[in-house]
């Protein structure tokens, strides 16, 4: 079981300079603590995300960490929707030399359609940006004819450290997704109950077997969740319950101008806002919610647990109390459930 930290880099209601810099500090508690990963998201024209570009956010957190302090923690970016609609998408992207690297169409139609994509192609568009991207990562030049993207001979003279390239993220909201995902070796995150993780897991696991892959290194497996931890049950509560609310608000906001399918999950993400929200707890109740009411072996099947330490207008001592107490509390339980 490994733990990572997720943000969506969420208005706040602070001054923007001031959100970067207690994210800063954050990103250097998060690598005191011992954590693998801080993943960043990358949204557009939404208070959701306030880092549209998270390379750029996540170079100045790793600049500013205590290299001596601990062992290190990777830095993953985790854009939502890299491949359609960026508008530098070529091999350039690679040339960032992420050390994780999040892919996915997106969601949204508001922010694909803010970079005058139609939402409808933007499907079709990944698929192609995707192997773009992935033969820049592993080769010096790249030659690729497709519906939307040409190249003859590019050159690219990087090449990362990883081989044959960084780790990828994919986020996935059904089991029918984990097919591509075991094939390609991603590492996938979900932001479901735990009762249906436990479908994708289990698929995921069915898939890699059906590959004749080695069980013990099969792909992270994660599941993301909103983590208050205070001293109290009623504190951890309270100032779960006010920043969630601020969160939740924003959170639906990219997804609400949405047709067809996303329609439906717009209305499920707002019926689990209203209904069955998130937990938030003392020590007991914060491990429960992370375990997705027990053990993520038992119940959910995860081998990666993504805290969300800072969203809403949660403050910066309340976040680091939160993942200090944490890493020093729950995460020991976790590890031995």
Known sequence: ????????????????????????????????????????????????????????????????????????????????????????????????????????????????????????????????AFQVVIQALGSRSVTFKGEYYT?????????????????????????????????????????????????????????????GRDPKRIPFMGMNRHIVVAETDREAMEIGRRAYRRWFRQFLEPVAQAQGPLAEKHRLLRGLGRNRGERAGDRRIAADGARGDRAPGAESGVNYVLARFAFGDLSLEESLHSAELFARAVMPELVAA
Not at 45 to 68: D, E, I, K, Q, Y
Not at 164 to 174: A, D, Q, S
């Open 151 to 211: 190249f003859d001979d590019v050159p690219f003279i990087f090449e990362p450290v990883q081989k044959p390239h960084p780790p990828l993220w994919y986020g996935v909201f059904n089991a029918e997704s984990t097919e591509w995902a075991a094939k390609t070796g991603v590492n996938v995150v979900t932001n479901l109950p735990a009762a249906a993780v436990r479908m994708i897991t289990d698929r995921y696991r069915a898939e890699w077997a059906k590959l």
């Open 1 to 128: 079981m490994q733990f990572g930290v997720f943000d969506h880099m969420d208005a706040s209601g602070e001054p923007l300079a001031e959100l970067f810099e207690n994210r800063i500090k954050l990103a250097e508690a998060y690598d005191r603590l011992g954590l693998y990963a801080l993943h960043v998201a990358e949204h557009h024209s939404t208070p959701l995300g306030m880092s549209p570009s998270p390379s750029v956010f996540l170079a100045l957190a790793r600049s500013a960490r205590n290299v001596s302090a601990s062992p290190p923690c990777l830095y993953a970016a985790a854009p939502p929707s890299l491949a359609p609609r960026r508008g530098d998408l070529h091999p350039r992207p690679a040339e960032r030399r992420r050390l994780e690297l999040g892919v996915g169409r997106g969601v949204s139609p508001l922010e694909i359609a803010s970079f005058g994509v139609d939402p409808a192609k933007s499907q079709a568009m990944y698929l192609e």
